[in-house]
């Protein structure tokens, strides 16, 4: 059975840490891995990955693929108290995004 | 260029009624996903449609479910005879193409009492 799981499940940190969150998977048909940022709402976009090794940079927030360990890891630097949300990480296999539960970032003042 | 929109935003259901939940793409999108969400859980994948067809319900229930993309009109997804188990935050999602890159709708709350 395709599975995503995330890692830490909550993290609590103070503004300026700096946090990694992981995200491994196991499915068939593996296509990209996707991050997402969901605050109340609806998830956002962040990033896309499809290929080993090259890291996508957005300001503070950065992610790497390594296809040989199916993983990867969302950084955030700097952190912000904005930036407390749950973050999800989704693998496109077989015509659909597979979501893992999540990590629940708080950052406190 | 207005986004996903998904309405209602909440809905209130007793056991046994209907619920039915609306999804409008973004313009031009033709691939629509429904996702549910419990509580403290990531997003589960439900159901893939193009315009008039189903093409992956992979994640749906086999009973009391169902969702459809009619050629004019918003995405349905309907729930008969809903159980308190259904409530659950309902997302849709699309795409201009194919799976990645989509965009989620803000979701219907759905609470069945």
């Known amino acids: 059975e395709d599975k995503v799981v995330q890692s830490p499940l909550s993290l609590v940190v103070h503004e300026g840490d700096t946090v990694t969150l992981n995200c491994s998977y196991e499915?068939?048909?593996?296509?990209?891995l996707l991050w997402y940022k969901q605050e109340k709402k609806a998830p956002t976009f962040l990033f896309m990955l499809?290929?080993?090794?090259i890291e996508k940079k957005s300001g503070r927030l950065s992610s790497i693929l390594d296809k040989k360990e199916l993983s990867s890891i969302l950084n955030i630097t700097a952190t912000q108290t904005g930036d407390s949300a749950i973050y999800l990480c989704?693998?496109?296999?077989?015509?659909?995004?597979?979501f893992g539960t999540g990590t629940r970032l708080q950052v406190f003042p | 260029n207005a986004g996903v929109m998904q309405n209602p935003r909440h809905l209130v259901r007793r056991r046994g009624q209907e619920a039915r939940l609306r999804c409008s793409p973004m313009?031009?999108?033709?691939?629509v996903y429904w996702y549910r969400q419990l509580p403290e859980e990531g997003l589960k994948f439900m159901v893939y449609l193009q315009k008039e067809n189903i093409i992956d319900e992979s994640g749906m229930p086999k009973e009391r479910f169902s969702a459809e993309f009619p050629k004019e009109g918003p995405s349905i997804l309907r729930i008969q005879q809903v159980v308190r188990g259904d409530s659950a935050a309902y997302f849709c999602?699309?795409?201009?193409?194919?799976?990645?890159?989509?965009?989620f709708g803000p979701g219907t709350r759905l609470t069945v009492t």
């Open positions: 499915v068939t048909n593996f296509r990209s």
């Open positions: 999602a699309s795409s201009l193409q194919g799976v990645v890159e989509q965009y």
């Open positions: 313009k031009g999108h033709s691939h």
């Open positions: 989704a693998v496109e296999a077989r015509s659909k995004l597979i």
């Open positions: 499809t290929s080993s090794g």
